[in-house]
């Protein structure tokens, strides 16, 4: 009786634990959405690491030798790259985190930044 009572316990805490969890989960996206880091293009970061410099322009339906002159620009790249170059690749250079490629795309398809 006393194990079953102990397994009903640990039950009861992880369930909490488990709805906690969620919420939290529900109230960093939402605050992430606040913070302006929304895109037109859901993509998860470690598959964006896997695209080309033209595969992301073109899911952005952005110029890819602009996306690309921006990235050398903001992450002060010294070797040479082009549009079929991987992200991936890229971050060998430089770790930056595939958000701030997103953040950049965003900004590039809006006309932020493509008249500099």
């Known amino acids: 009786m006393k194990k079953i009572t102990i397994f009903v316990l640990v039950m009861i805490i992880g369930s909490l634990f488990g709805i906690f969890g969620y919420l939290s989960y ?15 293009v859901e993509i998860e970061g470690n598959e964006m ?38 992200l991936e690749d890229i971050r060998e250079e430089y770790a930056f985190s595939p958000a701030l490629i997103k953040d950049i795309a965003e900004e590039l398809k809006r006309g932020d930044l493509q008249n500099e």
Do not use: C, P
């Open 49 to 86: 690491k896997l695209l080309t410099v033209q595969e992301v322009a073109d899911l952005w339906e952005i110029d890819s030798n602009v996306l690309l002159s921006r990235m050398v620009i903001e992450f002060n790249l010294e070797e040479s790259y082009t549009g079929d170059s991987v």
């Open 26 to 40: 529900s109230n960093f996206e939402e605050h992430e959405h606040e913070d302006g880091h929304e895109h037109s």
